[in-house]
């Protein structure tokens, strides 16, 4: 079994501790491959110079919206120049965030359309951060649209997530999918297209039920599996070979 963890942030100082064992122990139960979205200008060097070092880390450049007061006018001009120097699988992650009311809207909806400018320049995907906003966030993508990319921890409607898949988006699912509470989200799970349906763990936030109150882990990922299979009725190995399709398929991975 092969899975790939499309939003793990395994590059920050929760991991700094045992990161080398959090790694050894998710490859040992099959996810060997992390997609590593950046949160800051501050964080670029680090995590790129990690994921050279570690077969199987896969960087992710961009300016997180809930991190608005640590990025500088100079950012979006330096990310480009990053990425062409770098060329990571996408642009994030991005986007915005309506549901911290102290965070500018307007600064937050600049700094999002200049980084799809970015991706649509480069033709790279983007790494969505959405909450409370995707209606918002639906009308600037078809504004500016870009190549395609995942919708972080998609906890929208149904509606929502069909005009995302149009658009050529893949939908994230984690950990919040193996809590018996969470109904809206399995509902989504168990209606949305298998193809456009990925995981991920956002670890270190975002745990599975079983390690809740827990830092999270890429080696939880097995646990988002089967709760994906619980509520699709499918067996495990072909969720994980269509997950993994999935997320090769919008970050153009070769495994």
Not at 42 to 61: T, V
Not at 114 to 139: C, F, G, M, T, Y
Not at 194 to 212: G, K, R, S
């Amino acid at each position: 079994m092969q899975l790939v963890d499309t939003h793990c942030h395994i590059d920050i100082e929760a991991f700094d501790a045992d990161r080398e064992q959090v790694l050894q122990r998710a490859s040992e139960l099959g996810v060997r491959h992390l997609i590593v979205p950046a949160i800051d200008a501050a964080h670029w060097e680090g995590l790129i110079g990690l994921c050279d070092m570690r077969p199987g880390l896969f960087p992710a450049l961009g300016l997180h919206p809930v991190s608005l007061a640590a990025h500088s006018a100079d950012d979006v001009a330096a990310l480009e120049s990053m990425i062409v120097k770098h060329r990571p699988v996408a642009v994030g992650e991005i986007g915005l965030d309506y549901f911290v009311r102290e965070l500018d809207r307007d600064q937050q909806q600049t700094l999002f359309e200049s980084q799809l400018e970015v991706a649509r320049n480069i033709d790279l995907p983007v790494i969505l951060h959405v909450r409370k906003a995707h209606d918002e966030v639906i009308a600037i993508l078809k504004r500016i649209p870009v190549r395609s990319g995942t919708v972080h921890a998609f906890n929208g409607s149904l509606q929502q997530a069909q005009r995302y898949i149009d658009m050529g988006f893949k939908l994230g699912f984690g950990g919040m999918l193996t809590y018996p509470r969470s109904t809206k989200i399995k509902q989504l799970a168990a209606e949305l297209p298998i193809d456009a349906i990925v995981l991920e763990t956002d670890a270190p936030d975002m745990t599975v039920a079983t390690h809740q109150g827990e830092r999270n882990s890429p080696e939880y990922l097995p646990y988002c599996l089967q709760a994906l299979a619980d509520v699709r009725d499918v067996g495990l190995d072909e969720l994980a070979r269509l997950t993994t399709r999935n997320a090769c398929s919008v970050f153009a991975l070769e495994l």
